[in-house]
């Protein structure tokens, strides 16, 4: 198990960016086998996939996302980030990562129940 820390959320303006982070707990050596995800979770609503990158770091996103967000992470640093721009009030939700340890295991995991570690969110409001 790996213990997941979001960061970077808040209030912004419609339009505005925001970069979301996740640092993760343990070694490196353990972290680069893990396949990484950014769900949201809007009130009333049901946990949807953002972005994913796999431990071979090709990434891959939501069907709805028309190149708004990217996703990262950072080997050496235990990370991964969401860039997030121009945003709409739609957008406003907890915002989750999420990890699977994946290696040596290729494949895309979109479905939420395909992940086992999550971080606690972060909140991002976009005011209009």
């Known amino acids: 198990q790996v213990q997941l820390v979001e960061s970077g959320g808040g209030l912004v303006q419609a339009g505005g960016s925001l970069t979301l982070s996740c640092v993760a707990s343990?070694?490196?050596?353990?972290?680069?086998?893990?396949?990484l995800g950014w769900f949201r979770q809007a009130q009333g609503k049901e946990r949807e996939f953002l972005a994913g990158?796999?431990?071979?770091?090709?990434?891959y996103y939501g069907n709805f996302e028309q190149g708004r967000f990217t996703i990262s992470r950072d080997n050496d640093q235990r990370t991964v980030t969401l860039q997030m721009n121009n945003l709409q009030v739609e957008d406003t939700a907890v915002y989750y990562c999420?990890?699977?340890?994946?290696?040596?295991?290729?494949?895309?995991?979109?479905?939420?129940?395909?992940?086992?570690?999550w971080g606690r969110g972060t909140q991002v409001t976009v005011s209009s």
């Open positions: 999420a990890a699977k340890e994946q290696w040596p295991r290729g494949g895309v995991l979109r479905a939420a129940e395909e992940y086992d570690n």
């Open positions: 990158i796999e431990w071979t770091k090709q990434v």
């Open positions: 343990g070694d490196r050596d353990t972290f680069v086998g893990y396949n």
